[in-house]
């Protein structure tokens, strides 16, 4: 059996969306016994006409306001075909409800009320089949009863509803003329209608296809859990694209690692060495790899680009606008990360279809927002690859926004520059942990490098690969012909950060002790390590700093003797998000190490 | 086991509801009614993790249920090597006497799953309801965050959609977890004929009536049917125009006794 096809039925509140389909139903002969009685009976006791709605609307404040507050869907079956419908509620402040109910569909009939017309929810829906990919769509005007059936009115809509689709890029495969009430044109042709040749509805509905992911796409699956299972450590996931099959060599992303796919794993299934898209399966792999939830799992010559930075266009559902500067959570199923609103572009109120002012984002636009993480993301765009390219934005806790990957920001960074014939995972099992970049940055005096040494000890003496970078090592060799102007200062750090991203490949713990003042010599820092960077804060405040002075620098920059000094005369721009921060006032030396050193241990974990 | 592409995304769309459950909700507990859908729920639960079912079920006991179904419990739990709990619900007694009578023990279940989340601490449990059985149900999202007091508060669900579920609720509220909410009645016996999971024969037809739908004995009554095979069952769904609950008295009492319980937290 195949599965249901699901079908949105969409329209601006009261045009008769949720009468549709309980007449619909009715006329399918989809109603239980009892139901017609009951229904009557309900109605009566509002003193209301027979109300079809009621079939879908069960809520009492739904039946009593007869409006549908939440989604809903029915089920039935016509000419061996079965079919899901879904009531997406038209009342403006229900519109999350509404896209919860149509992100699943396969096709929309839109439904517009023959004597209102087009209104503010109609347009919205429209917009946002268009967001949703809904390409299978059908309009109806409803209640022509009461206008006779006047051929002018219907002909009239019908062109304003072509109109309104064709602004977006989107046609109906057919307009029908319908009386949702009194059953013309659902699956019995109307006899007030002669004028009409096209579908009925339940012939339109008969033409629509299931969509499916197609088979033969690149390989996509999200971990969403590692299970120990015997002797395997068991990934899984849902494949959500391509296929997957024993012997496949792979790539996990984002860290890069590859490996050989050892085998496919189910409970009571008939065994199969393969598995396509849409399974919920498990997989381990032949080397002794690091896998974890969220990670992207991908053949080797068709994984998805990586970057830190993307173009979303979205639904915006929060009535507080996203704002520059703000951090939300980007969550593509389990892979999530926290991302920096970098920039929002054009906004379209989806409702009047007109532009805004630049800035305003209100309820239920569709927004271009620029999104920035810290790590390094796989990113697939709406155009290449549109189930992996989705995503909802949360703010706290609170979902603010769904949509899709329009574009990355570049396609410069490149993870797999290997040749290698060690992989960084066996380096990394050779070890007995992961590698990173421990990035520390503060105020001179402010005891980074006291820290680093200190920790550089304590990760040694637990059998772990680590080492210091700080400007006495650096300096003294590789950078030695560098000074301290803004430009040296910058390419300084640009060359630790090369280097301790090598380290990191090497499967070193590399631990950087440098003042690194500027957030966008750090923001070059994180581009060149990738996800193996970490920002560690020092805030130790200059007033502490200077009272202990140790190399007597702040009393030569206060003299005028040393110029440019970061937190006397040149800025401290401190990190606004750094991964851990470590407050050294009132605290011993020990007591900062320690809790640096969980942090490290966390990062470093092999899970 | 025959291939059937439907069942086949049905199932691996629970599976995944299930591993979100487990790894994003803790502690977690799953309800199990003993009935045809929760034991399926079991079943997945065992596709998902391996063919074990890493949490505790929990049984909402009335004492109230009919033989059967205990003898059925008790070997079922045995067989699956289920962390099986009971939690006794308080007596008829002890709740809202302006409840039609018939609903009364749904509002015990109701007060017992209230005790369990406040003793056991749990972030999340487990249900096997479905949107096609009941009107209400239908409206449910799969992780529905429900305040201290277990209210549902319909109006203000949180938007869900494509894969993507909050798994994040505050302090004090929990997640009722439905990963059996896309499912039919015909589905859940279309996938216990493929895959052999055992029930509760009281759905067999004996004496020209079988039960639908199992409640407690004194709410609950067989339907008139001779199917004695699942391939039956299905038959007679196909064909029936009654609707599943029609044997289940609480759903009947009044028009909205189904969504009061509802909003006061049962199942």
């Known amino acids: 059996m195949d599965r249901s096809l699901r079908v949105a039925v969409l329209g601006h509140v009261d045009h008769g969306k949720s009468t549709t389909i309980g007449r619909l139903l009715h006329d399918t002969d989809s109603l239980p016994d009892g139901k017609l009685a009951e229904l009557e009976a309900v109605s009566k006791r509002r003193g209301v006409p027979l109300e079809w709605s009621f079939v879908l609307d069960a809520l009492q404040a739904e039946r009593d306001q007869a409006v549908t507050i939440d989604t809903t869907r029915v089920w039935f079956t016509w000419k061996g075909r079965r079919y899901a419908i879904i009531d997406a509620p038209g009342h403006r402040e229900f519109v999350r409800n509404m896209l919860s109910g149509a992100s699943e569909a396969d096709a929309a009939v839109l439904v517009v009320d ?95 296809e299931n969509l499916e992911t197609p088979a033969g796409g690149p390989l996509r699956m999200r971990v969403q859990d590692v299970y120990r299972l015997e002797d395997r450590r068991i990934a899984v996931g849902r494949i959500e694209s391509g296929r997957i099959a024993v012997g496949d060599r792979i790539a996990l992303l984002p860290s890069g690692a590859n490996a050989t796919v050892r085998t496919v794993e189910r409970w009571n299934a008939p065994a199969r060495d ?46 507080a606008p996203p704002i520059v500067g703000e951090y939300l959570l980007a969550q593509f199923g389990p892979t999530v990360a926290r991302v920096r609103v970098a920039a929002i572009g054009e906004a379209l109120d989806t409702a009047s279809l007109a532009d805004i002012a630049e800035g305003e984002v209100p309820q239920y636009a569709m927004v271009e927002l620029d ?37 990355v920001a570049s396609r410069a960074t ?13 380096r990394e099992s050779v070890h007995g942990h992961r590698s990173a970049v421990i990035w520390m940055t503060g105020l001179s005096g402010a005891g980074k490098s006291t820290i680093a040494m200190a920790l550089e000890r304590k990760l040694f003496a637990t059998g772990h690969s680590a080492f210091v970078l700080d400007g006495d090592n650096v300096r003294a060799g590789l950078n030695s012909d ?5 430009a040296d200062r910058s390419e300084n750090l640009r060359r630790v950060a090369e280097v301790a991203a090598l380290f990191a490949e090497a499967g070193t713990i590399a631990i950087v002790a440098f003042i690194s003042p500027m957030e966008a010599d750090r923001e070059l820092a994180r581009r060149a390590c990738g996800a193996d960077f970490k920002e560690v804060y020092i805030a130790t405040d200059v007033a502490t700093c200077e009272s202990r002075d140790t190399k007597g620098l702040y009393a030569r920059a206060r003299s005028g003797e040393v110029r440019n000094f970061t937190g006397v005369s040149a800025p401290y721009e401190a990190p606004a998000d750094a991964d851990i921060t470590i407050e050294t006032r009132d605290r011993t030396v020990e007591e900062s190490v320690d809790e640096l050193l969980a942090f490290v241990k966390r990062a470093i974990a092999t899970s | ?117 406040a003793h056991g601490g749990y ?55 439905h990963p059996l909410l896309h499912w039919t009645e015909v589905d859940i016996w279309r996938y216990h004929e493929r895959e052999n999971i055992p029930f509760c024969d009281l759905y067999f037809a004996r004496d020209g009536k079988r039960y639908r739908s199992l409640g407690e004995k004194n709410i609950t009554v067989p339907i008139a049917s001779n199917a004695s095979t699942i391939g039956e069952i299905i038959a007679e769904l196909e064909t029936t125009r009654e609707p599943e609950r029609a044997g289940r008295v609480m759903d009947h009492d009044s028009e909205d006794s189904f969504e009061r319980l509802r909003t006061s937290g049962y199942m």
């Open chain 1, 114 to 208: 023959a004597i209102e017309g087009i209104g503010e929810q109609t347009r919205r829906h429209a917009h946002l089949a268009r967001l949703l990919g809904l390409r299978q769509l059908a309009i109806v005007i409803n209640k022509l009863d009461a206008v006779d059936f006047d051929r002018a009115t219907f002909e009239r809509l019908a062109e304003g509803a072509r109109v309104l689709l064709e602004g977006l890029g989107l046609s109906a495969r057919a307009t029908i003329p319908i009386s949702a009430r009194d059953g013309d044109n659902l699956v019995n042709r109307s006899t007030r209608a002669p004028w009409y040749d096209g579908p009925t509805l339940i012939e339109m509905l008969e033409s629509f």
């Open chain 1, 371 to 407: 999104l920035r993480g810290r790590v390094l993301l796989p990113l697939d765009t709406q155009t290449d690859l549109p189930a992996t390219s989705r995503l909802v934005l949360l703010r706290d806790a609170d979902v603010v926004g769904g949509g899709f990957v329009q574009s």
């Open chain 1, 274 to 319: 393969d598995a396509h898209v849409g399974e919920s399966i498990g997989i381990s792999f032949v080397e002794p790899i690091f896998v974890d939830r969220g990670d992207v799992v991908a053949h080797l010559d068709t994984a998805p680009p990586l970057d830190y930075g993307f173009r979303t266009v979205c639904f915006w559902l929060s009535t």
């Open chain 1, 414 to 426: 490149n993870l797999h520059p290997s040749g290698h014939l060690v992989t960084r995972g066996e």
């Open chain 2, 1 to 117: 086991m025959s291939h059937d592409a439907d069942l086949d995304e049905l199932e691996a769309r629970s599976v995944y509801i299930l591993r979100e459950a487990r790894r994003c909700v803790t502690p977690l507990a799953m309800l199990w009614s003993i009935g045809k859908d929760s034991t399926a729920l079991l079943w997945l639960a065992r596709k998902a993790f391996f063919g074990s079912v890493p949490f505790p079920v929990v049984q909402l006991e009335t004492e109230m249920e009919l033989p059967e179904v205990y003898a059925f419990r008790d070997e079922i739990a045995a067989q699956w090597n289920l962390d099986l709990r009971i939690e006794l619900c308080p007596p008829e007694a002890s709740v809202d006497q302006t409840l039609p009578p018939a609903s009364r023990a749904a509002a015990r279940k109701t007060e017992g799953l209230k005790n369990l989340i």
């Open chain 1, 482 to 486: 560098l000074g301290f102007a803004p």
């Open chain 2, 123 to 177: 972030k999340g449990v487990l249900v096997g309801i479905r949107r096609d059985e009941q009107a209400t149900r239908a409206k449910e999202r799969v992780f529905s965050p429900r305040s201290f007091g277990s209210d549902w508060d319909v109006r203000n669900q949180p938007s869900e959609f494509w894969n993507h579920y909050a798994t994040d609720v505050p302090e004090g509220t929990h997640l009722r977890i």
